[in-house]
């Protein structure tokens, strides 16, 4: 309670027309790692930045003139009371991991069950990651029960062990993954104009032997695929295709539109789920399959094009797997959402600029777990646990929420 005094005092002190009439939002006491974030204590500022001075693609926006520090110190950034039972009463976030300049905690966050450990690539095509044309991007795992240990720990650099994984035969820039019959499935985005991306199978044991399961639409190479899932209701494979091995300069000219596939594996038929994206990125489903959510990264295409969406489109899922229905979702506050994934509850969560956004099932944002950092992507293992990629910086928060999961494919 003490914290939620302090801030509304911070509030009033900043915008005294607003907090003197505002009632307290959040009835209910916070956890420790919490902190409220008044929307209404910034609806009107003093000075609005031009889109040249400011346009959400750089630092995060600091909101009420927080400062970076105190918006990390309490991670869990309570929007909507509703964030509360996400969290829960003692949510924890815990720093595991960093390198120096290597952006090897990037996408392609996966739990395999049989180990408790998640699997997690670097980013290709990153300068600072010597990927793309020259090297694949490579594949690491953690120990979940490592990461477990150092929960209340905030920061644990240096006690979890990231191991390498070496497939073979290599799987080229993988960047999307997914449980697959107790084996992972990765999306590749290829390598140069010879390297084709495909959705290739990992064994998630030594020695890492990996096949290709699709690597063309009726004989055309894709662009670079970048994530996938699979629908709970009839178990196809979905992914999308946007052009990052090109912006990256590690895939020649796109052949076809930026699209989302549906890809059935017993039958092998490929379709066209959806198209009418910038770039298409994260992909995922409601837990009973009847939505599908897609983040449209478009602002980063050719560079920084403002006007293009960074935003989340839901889809209806018919019975029979097509997509109807197209919504706007959210349109995110800081850069693009990368990853995107549901909860048990159907509550969407996506990675953002500046940490993991949890929205509610109509798109209201609920809260932020807040890494003041790029947060491409994250997943959940069972029960709350949480492994969320900063590039450089790789975390673990345990929260009240559970992930969701086709049990048969863990
Ligand atoms: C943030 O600080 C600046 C500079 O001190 C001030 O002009 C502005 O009013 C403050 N913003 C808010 C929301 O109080
Ligand atoms: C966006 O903001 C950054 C500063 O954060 C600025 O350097 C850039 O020029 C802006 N871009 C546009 C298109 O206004
Ligand atoms: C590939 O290696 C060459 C020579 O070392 C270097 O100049 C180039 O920047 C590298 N490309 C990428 C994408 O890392
Ligand atoms: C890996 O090799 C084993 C043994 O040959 C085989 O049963 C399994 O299907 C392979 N997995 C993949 C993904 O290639």
Known sequence: MASLRSFIALAALLTSSVSAVSPPLVKRALPALAQVINQKAFNVLPTVPTAEEFNGSSAPWTPLNLTSDALKEKPFHVYDEEFLDIIGPNPTFTILAQTPKDPIFHEAVVWYKKRDEMFFVQNAGNPDAGTGLNKSAAIYKISLKEADAVKHTRNAVGKVTVTLVKSVPEIPNPNGAYQYKGQILFAAEGQGPNIEPALIVMNPEEPYNTTKLLNNYFGRQFNSLNDLTINPRNLEIYFT?????????????AGMPTQVYKFNDKTGAVTVAADGFAMPNGITFSPKGEYAYVTDTGMWRNGLELLNPSSIYRFTVQKDGTFEDRKTFAYTDTNIPDGVHCDSKGNVYAGVGDGVHVYNPSGKLLGKIYTGR??????????????????????YATVAAKGDFIESYL
Not at 246 to 252: A, H, K, M, Q, T
Not at 374 to 395: C, H, K, P, W
């Open 241 to 253: 295709d946007p052009t990052y091995g090109l912006s990256n300069n590690f895939r020649p000219a």
């Open 374 to 395: 790029t947060a491409a992507n994250f997943q959940f293992a069972s029960d709350g646990r949480l492994v969320i990629m900063g590039e450089t910086q790789l975390y």
